[in-house]
């Protein structure tokens, strides 16, 4: 044993340590190395196997010979008596290689399992296209389009984001953040509301338009527990902070139900709801409101109805209840002649009964003759197509069907309930 191996063991120890690297990891990097050093030289066998002592740091090359089946018939020490300056070379590259490698995994396998988890950076460079924050051993990216449109990423600012995706790359882990994600509204809650952490409040559905306004229904596991005012916290403290975290976005708290008509009462707030009226066949509810609550729960441009749709997963349908009233009353015992209307021989718009019989001119139907009556008049008019056809400015049974005040997909529509509002 030589005083210089001891030196080295000694070297190679203190960098595992430093670095969370196992001696035996770096060891066994280091003779492959130096196989592949040792087969570079003229004289080297075509097979061969590099061992190191761990206790004393000898170095030995032994060339092996092989079978066509791979096993070893024959094996010889042939290391070179100038090995040890080749294995000094070899042993600080492949040392700091290898620990670059480990190094990479090691930052990989902290952030591959916290997909979905909430992390703070410090912002570092910012353009048009993403973000980058200092995570202290990573960086992360912010892409354009987790960011919020309004939101300024100023150099040194300290932000939380979550975690989308950790990728795996030849240069270290690239992990994807997003500012704009619903996930980053429950973790920033779950930072601030011990009971949302501790299991006795769940957030059971989040609807976010990011920068703007975030809807959460929350559910209580324990009686004793009020979801919405542990969310809320003392005199707002608690969602107040989370509103500052989002830089003014507005967060409204509802309870969670189980029953769909309390769920859609609660998703419209602060609107108050007058009735409700649940189609399941198509997926639809009717809310029906006072008059003066009509543009409250429509909200600015749609925004209240839609984060209601997709908070409940309902297609919403919202009406006032003159407008209701119009609906229900505005064609109530009226009777309807069945038939459609039809082009004739002449090129003039007439009415044909479903019964059978002759057809009514348009001329005729807006003067109000019934189709029985005006049958002999129909005969006559013959031949007046042209004048028939200028009065048929519209057809009379267009106008049935009343429009509905403004319809909301639980996907959310731009136009949908801004005529209304």
Not at 282 to 305: C, F, M, P, R, W
Request: charged fraction near 30%; hydrophobic fraction near 40%; charge should be negative.
């Amino acid at each position: 044993m030589s005083k210089t191996n001891f030196e080295f063991l000694d070297a190679l120890g203190q960098i595992a340590r430093d670095k969370g690297i196992s001696v035996d990891t770096l060891l066994d990097a280091l003779a492959n190395a130096l196989v592949a050093a040792y087969k570079r030289r003229p004289d080297a066998a075509e097979e061969a196997v590099v061992t190191i002592d761990p206790d004393s740091g000898e170095i030995r090359v032994y060339g092996q010979e092989l079978d066509d089946d791979g096993n070893v018939v024959r094996e010889w020490d042939d290391t070179p008596d100038d090995f040890g300056r080749i294995a000094a070379q070899t042993a600080k590259q492949v040392i700091l290689q290898r620990i670059r490698e480990v190094e990479r995994d090691l930052k990989y396998e902290e952030y591959a399992g916290r997909e979905g988890d909430i992390v703070t950076g410090i912002v570092q460079q910012t353009d048009n296209r993403y973000t980058l924050l200092d995570l202290g051993k990573v960086e992360a990216l912010l892409p354009q389009a987790e960011q919020v449109s309004y939101e300024r990423y100023d150099h040194g600012a300290r932000l939380k984001a979550y975690i989308v995706e950790v990728r795996k790359t030849t240069k270290g882990p690239q992990i994807v953040v997003s500012r704009s994600h619903p996930g980053l509204i429950k973790r920033l809650f779950e930072l601030e509301v011990p009971e949302i952490s501790s299991g006795a409040v769940e957030i059971k559905a989040a609807a976010r338009e990011p920068g703007h306004r975030t809807k959460i229904a929350v559910w209580s596991n324990d009686p004793n527990v009020d979801p919405v005012g542990a969310c809320v916290g003392a005199r707002g403290s608690r969602v107040r902070m989370v509103t500052n975290e989002l830089r003014g976005e507005r967060v409204d708290v509802v309870p969670f139900s189980d029953d769909p008509v309390e769920l859609i009462q609660s998703a419209l707030a602060p609107a108050r709801v007058r009735e409700v009226r649940l189609d399941d066949e198509t997926g639809t509810a009717t809310v029906v409101v006072s008059d003066y609550q009509l543009s409250l729960a429509i909200g600015k441009e749609g925004q209240n109805a839609r984060l209601a749709a997709r908070l409940t997963g309902w297609r919403i349908d919202i009406k006032s209840e003159s407008q209701l009233a119009e609906e229900e009353s505005g064609y109530a015992g009226e009777e309807w002649a069945e038939g459609e209307w039809i082009q004739n021989e002449a090129g003039e718009m007439v009415w044909q009964p479903a019964e059978g019989g002759t057809a009514v001119s348009a001329a005729e139907w807006s003067r109000g003759a019934a189709p029985e009556a005006a049958a002999p008049e129909a005969a006559e008019s013959n031949g007046g197509g042209e004048a028939d056809a200028a009065d048929a400015v519209s057809d009379p049974v267009a106008d049935v069907d009343a429009v509905p005040a403004g319809v909301i997909e639980p996907a959310g529509s731009e136009a949908a309930g801004k005529g209304t509002a």
